[in-house]
């Protein structure tokens, strides 16, 4: 499953969000910005991924800082 969760636009960048995986795996948030892609696990709960991912996209965030955040979620 692949589902494509939003765009942000930042200075004329776009960003691109989405939310994969499955049940059994787990799911992933992926933020692509041209051919910059970042990929990261989050969790076996398909809502919990989908609401980081709208507010990661809310919050304009950039592929390269996605695993730093998803760890300072996770320690929390």
């Known amino acids: 499953m692949v589902k ?16 994969f995986g499955n049940r059994k795996a787990g799911y992933w948030v992926r933020i692509c910005s041209g051919e ?13 991924t989908l609401a980081l991912a709208e507010q990661l996209r809310r919050c304009t965030v950039f592929p390269f800082n996605l695993s730093e955040i998803i760890e300072d979620i996770a320690i929390s």
Do not use: M, P, Q, T
């Not at 990261?40 to 809502?47: A, G, K, V």
């Open 36 to 48: 910059e892609v970042s990929e990261h696990f989050f969790s076996r709960n398909l809502s919990e």
């Open 4 to 19: 494509f969760v939003g765009n942000a636009d930042i200075a004329g960048r776009i960003l691109k969000y989405y939310v």
